[in-house]
């Protein structure tokens, strides 16, 4: 496959230092970074002559303590690993830019969002939450999706999820949230997975957690790629334009190919046969020159009209309707680089909601409030103290003066004699800045609070409900489906009744049906409502199609994956022709094989038919000619290929004397879907029309085994 040439690596080349004083230091010494034509060295500098063998007393004698050679290396071995995140220790990361369409000086000074032509570098980290840094990229979680703007005046971190609400509306619970979803402490069990007691015994007790679970047990889930996930800030943010006005602010990704999900079946066996699935695919795109985009819409409410909803603006686990408050697309983020190295950019990548710039700033929502501190204070034991700004990845690219000093790891060598504030010694460097329009120093948002010291809840927080009904109302019947499977998988899972029963009177304060179905499968009852009506609240919308995956569905094929099923004696006329056809649309055609020998003159395999089996694909076409058809007809793995497709409601197509395999597979003609025929052109046209819907929703019934 051909790499593509990845953009050089702009403002962001994380080599030794980006300060002005080190560029030409920087340059000069790029012997360090790259290795080409260099002598093995210690850690010193020294060269070493043999690194194969310890220093020992004689041929057969004892290692001896003096090799400080073999020491170095493996003292340094030793200490490789460093403790992985708490949460989101799985992720995949790549560079990129931010360009916002047009000026946003009427909501926000922050500099990045004020010139088109200007590029912000970025770095995004997207990651699943409970399993450890070795789980599998699809398992049933929330993912991550952390951006760093590399903005002119200091790093911004948008640090969101690809759900736009959350389990808790306190930071004090989180530890309580994640130890319940975390392995469980006696057996260290599951592992990316929240199908076990804990996690529902804590969420059944916790009904501010019903509006999230339910998201979570939704196809937003098991998205089809990092690449077709939206992304949301969550929180309520503040923007504030050059005249100190402020007004909240939502933020939300979009990704411009749309979104997508797997299912449950396809994720649960992607697991197991390639656990990198989406990690692969994010790289294969990058590498491809298939540049993920995602645009960036917010949705803004003046101050005047902070209670005129009824929910309250700085409770995180609701929504603001799009049918109340449209989104305002005002930029595209492109990820166009792979990062060189995963440790040390993508592990040492140090994100917090706490780093904003000018134009940005907090509300007094108190679960970002909390996570305004959890930040910095993990990375400090994560990344072995307080200088981790100092980690390449993470350096700003502004240039950054303090008198703060030393401490672990400290890379920086200050000049001067002077650190601290003010001084005469060194003619006062560095001084404050007063703040101003634009380039001026942070100043925070004044905001009037009074009020007594108290902990409480604040009641504009009490409703639980309104808004998961609101989901489960916008959900199309498929989504609906997958929705009480989900619910009846992970309950099924937990031993003892009395949680799984609790998690039911959650369900039916939601939707009585939804408690009913999800009933059946547990083999229980089915319960009533029986919140009271502040818990129930009331949601003025009850019904939004943005919600929805399926009804948002975008007709295109752009990017997706197609396997073409060929065996020797392939007619490479059609296996052209496919390629040629699914080019143009922007899709990406693999020939899979039974082996890696050739099936047709001039048309070498990407994989086999085991390597890559259906589950890696969203659509498989069967190419022509006699002996390919007869040879895949026998083969049991080439008809699962077809059949497993079929089930997972994949377009099909095939050509020619490939009929005769979707014959041996029983798979029912004149489906919708599955397009047959001996012009390439015509099966062609059909199976690129069945695969833009992404998957055939009319054949689930028949396909898929739908709950009750
Ligand atoms: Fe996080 N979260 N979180 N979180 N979170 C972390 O920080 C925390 C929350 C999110 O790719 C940790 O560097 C608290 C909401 C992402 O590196 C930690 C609370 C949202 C990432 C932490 C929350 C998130 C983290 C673990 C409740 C969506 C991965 C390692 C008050 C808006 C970032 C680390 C990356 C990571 C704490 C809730 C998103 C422990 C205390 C809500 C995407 O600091």
């Known amino acids: 496959m051909a790499t593509k040439k990845q953009p050089p690596a702009s403002g962001v080349a994380r080599t030794l230092s980006r300060s002005n004083t080190n560029k030409k230091v920087e340059s000069l010494e790029a012997f360090r970074t790259d290795a080409t034509g260099q002598a093995l060295t210690t850690n010193q500098g020294v060269k070493i002559a043999d690194n194969q063998n310890t220093l020992r007393a004689g041929e057969r004698g004892p290692s001896l303590l003096e090799d400080f050679i073999m020491r170095e290396k493996i003292t340094h071995f030793d200490h490789e690993r460093i403790p992985e995140r708490i949460v989101h220790a799985r992720g995949s990361a790549a560079h990129g830019v931010f360009k916002v369409y047009e000026s946003q000086a009427g909501l926000t000074k922050a500099a990045f969002l004020q010139d088109p032509s200007k590029e912000t570098p970025v770095y995004v980290r997207f990651s699943t939450v409970q399993g450890s840094r070795g789980s599998a990229d699809t398992v049933r979680d929330v993912r991550g999706f952390a951006v760093k703007f590399y903005t002119d005046e ?7 999820n690809n759900m736009p609400v959350f389990f808790i509306q306190d930071a004090i619970k989180f530890p309580d949230f994640v130890h319940a979803v975390k392995p469980e402490p006696h057996n260290e069990m599951p592992q990316g997975a929240s199908a076990h007691d804990t996690f529902w015994d804590f969420v059944s007790l916790v009904p501010e957690s019903a509006h999230m679970v339910l998201w979570t ?20 943010f503040r923007f504030v334009d050059a005249q100190g006005n402020g007004r909240f602010v939502k933020f939300h990704w979009r990704p411009t190919i749309g979104s997508a999900s797997l299912l449950w079946d396809e994720a649960q066996k992607l697991a197991g046969k390639d656990s990198d699935f989406h990690r692969r695919d994010l790289w294969e795109a990058i590498d491809n020159g298939d540049y993920p985009e995602w645009e960036l819409g917010v949705q803004i409410v003046e101050e005047a009209d902070e209670h005129k909803f009824d929910f309250d603006l700085l409770d995180p686990t609701k929504i603001i309707p799009e049918e109340l408050v449209p989104l305002k697309m005002i930029g595209k ?15 040492q990548v140090a994100f917090c909601p706490g780093h904003i710039v000018p134009g940005i700033d907090f509300t007094n929502d108190p679960l970002l409030q909390g996570r305004l501190f959890s930040y910095t204070d993990t990375q400090i034991s994560r990344l072995g103290g307080p200088n981790f700004h100092e980690i390449p990845i993470n350096r700003p690219l502004a240039p950054l003066h303090n008198g703060q000093r030393d401490a672990m790891h400290r890379q920086t060598i200050p000049k001067g004699q002077a650190s601290y504030e003010p001084n005469s010694i060194d003619g006062g460097w560095p001084k404050e800045t007063a703040p101003a329009a634009a380039g001026g120093g942070f100043e925070s948002y004044t905001e009037r609070v009074e009020g007594s010291k108290i902990r409480v809840r604040s009641p504009s927080f009490k409703d639980h409900y309104s808004q998961a009904t609101l989901f489960w109302n916008s959900m199309t019947d498929p989504e609906k489906d997958h929705i ?24 039916a304060n939601i939707d009585e049906t939804l408690a009913a179905r999800v009933a059946v499968n547990l083999g229980l009852p089915a319960p009533k409502k029986n919140a009271d009506a502040d ?34 004696g392939a007619d490479a006329a059609s296996i052209k022709a496919v390629q040629d056809a699914l080019k143009a649309e922007g899709a990406r055609a693999l020939v899979i094989s039974p082996t890696l020998g050739s099936p047709a003159q001039g048309v070498e395999p990407d994989a086999t038919i085991l390597g890559m089996p259906s589950i890696m694909f969203d659509g498989v076409i069967v190419a022509g000619g006699k002996d390919s058809a007869k040879a895949l007809a026998e ?10 497709a079929f089930k997972h409601l994949k377009a099909i197509g095939a050509i020619g004397d490939g009929e005769d395999v979707l014959a041996a597979a029983h798979l029912p003609g004149g489906e919708e879907g599955v397009a047959v ?3 390439a052109k015509a099966v062609l046209k059909t199976f690129i029309e069945a695969m833009s819907k992404h998957r055939v929703w009319s054949r689930a019934q028949k396909a898929e085994s739908v709950p009750a």
């Open 154 to 160: 200091g790093n911004f971190d948008l640090v969101g």
């Open 217 to 236: 047990m939704s196809d937003r889930a098991i998205p089809r790629s990092l690449r077709t996930m939206e992304g949301f800030g969550i929180h309520t």
């Open 333 to 347: 983020l492109t990820l166009n680089r792979n990062p060189e190295n995963f440790f040390a950019e993508t592990e």
């Open 484 to 507: 009480v499977g989900a619910y009846s998988f992970e309950l099924s899972k937990v031993e003892r009744k009395n949680i799984r029963e609790r998690q039911l009177g959650i369900l």
């Open 535 to 568: 818990e129930l609240g009331k949601s003025s919308v009850t019904e939004s199609p943005a919600l929805s995956i399926i009804a948002k569905t975008k007709p295109s094929i752009k990017t997706r994956k197609v396997a073409i099923l060929a065996a020797p």
């Open 635 to 644: 083969s049991g793995d080439a008809r699962h290929f077809v059949l497993e």
């Open 677 to 679: 025929g001996s012009d």
